[in-house]
């Protein structure tokens, strides 16, 4: 029986494709879906969400020497001291794991209580 040649996820792909300029640029200007529990009494949780966003980027951009693909990140959520990341695929769940705990240790908050979802493809 012939085995069926492997087909690279869009993960692979972008491990090994170089980044376009208008990529770059798309990567830029996007910003992932942010919630949080109570954020209408505690209004400084959404920015702390753009600070963690920006910071894994950055760290992201660092490690890799390329920008955090766009819309591979599609929310933040904080929860009382605790940040779900949603992600678009599940490849990206352990690649991103680092960059997110990181950047919820630089704003005081314990890099374990980082985790991961996948959105819903209905949604995307």
Same mark, same amino acid.
């Given at each position: ?33 942010? #919630?949080?529990? =109570? ?9 702390? /969400?753009?600070?963690?966003? *920006?910071?894994? &980027? ?29 992600? #678009?695929?599940? =490849? ?9 705990? /990181?950047?919820?240790?630089? *704003?005081?908050? &314990? ?14």
């Amino acid at each position: 029986m012939a085995r069926a040649p492997h087909r690279p996820t869009s993960f692979d792909q972008w491990l090994y494709e170089e980044s376009t300029w208008d990529q770059k640029h798309d990567d830029r200007e996007y910003t992932p879906q942010l #919630s949080a529990r =109570d954020a209408h009494d505690q209004p400084w949780r959404i920015p702390r /969400l753009v600070r963690v966003y *920006e910071t894994a &980027k950055q760290l992201f951009l660092v490690v890799e020497n390329r920008p955090l693909p766009a819309t591979i990140v599609t929310g933040l959520f904080d929860d009382k001291g605790s940040l779900a990341v949603t992600v #678009s695929t599940p =490849d990206w769940q352990k690649f991103l794991l680092p960059f997110f705990q /990181l950047a919820w240790r630089a *704003e005081n908050e &314990k890099p374990d209580t980082v985790s991961f979802a996948i959105a819903d493809r209905s949604s995307l």
